[in-house]
Nanobody, 124 residues
């Protein structure tokens, strides 16, 4: 599967954004856990949120719990990350990722497929 991420942008503190990760090349997310990671300048890539292939189990990092929600739309073959109440420390390049038969709380080392990043910048 190949992944296409979209939805980043420049917003103000307290705003919302929705990132979308789509499977391309006529492939689907069937059997894949899909997640979002982010990497800020000078920092390591970190897990943000993930959703199991079943769609019934999700995991969210403590730093975004209560503000970010991950969901999948099987009909559209996309996984979305709804980000509310954005803060300047959410500024980063966000990457979608997929792991076949993986857990929702995937580690970066277990990711099988990475999408290209999308920049999210939150101004104070």
């Amino acid at each position: 599967v190949q992944l296409q991420a979209s939805g980043g942008g420049l917003v103000q503190t307290g705003s919302s954004l929705t990132l979308s990760c789509a499977a391309t090349s006529k492939r689907t997310f069937s059997g894949y856990a899909v997640g979002w990671f982010r990497q800020a300048p000078g920092k390591e890539r970190e897990f943000v949120a993930g959703i199991h292939a079943s769609g019934r189990v999700t995991s969210v990092a403590d730093s975004v719990k209560g503000r970010f929600t991950i969901s999948r739309d099987r009909a559209r073959n996309t996984v979305s990350l709804q980000m509310n109440n954005l803060r300047p420390d959410d500024t980063a390049v966000y990457y979608c990722a997929a792991t076949f038969n993986g857990a929702s709380n995937m580690g970066a080392q277990s990711v099988g497929v990475w999408g290209q990043g999308t920049q999210v910048t939150v101004s104070s």
